[in-house]
């Protein structure tokens, strides 16, 4: 799927990419949805996550707190005088995976069910942000100055589409790993 340029395509990506993921997880034995991944990691896989995200529940903590962070932002620089940071101190784009820890080490005691109701729930609370802005809000580059050089667009398609097509990765990889044995 193309990157979205536009706020129709933007919430598109995102409920096609959501219902495709909902699709994947749907096709996980239930046993399995609450069980850790058993496919081998290989040389390849040499991201954080792959070590880190070791479940259906990890994966979708990990979405979930993403959508958190993009609601947050929003009405914090919607609502606020001063900029406030996407991530939150004393993170950067440098070592947000310290970030990303974070979530899962808050998420080990959370059950599947709650993390798959709240990720819902912040689904449709994203999609329903996003429809609050223009396309030009959306696409047009430093739009806003708590945006900085990107768009707000770019945040929300991370957030959402990008992330999501992340997430079915893992679960398909589980999938191949599930009909292998």
Known sequence: MARPTSKAEL?????????????????????AQTADFTFPLTAKDQAAHWQRDRNLRDVLAHLLEWHQLLLNWVAANRGGVQVT???????????????????????????LLAVQTALRQSHQEVLALINTFSNEALFTKA??????????????ISA???HYAWAAQKIKRQLRALKST
């Open 11 to 31: 919430l598109m990506a995102a409920a096609t990419q959501f219902d495709q993921l909902k699709k994947w997880i749907a096709q996980l034995p239930a046993t």
């Open 143 to 156: 739009y806003f100055n708590w945006t900085g050089s990107t768009s707000l667009g770019s945040y929300c």
């Open 160 to 162: 959402t589409s990008s």
């Open 85 to 111: 940071p996407f991530l939150p101190a004393p993170y950067t784009w440098r070592n947000y995976g310290g970030l990303n820890t974070e979530f899962w080490r808050q998420h080990q005691a959370t059950s």
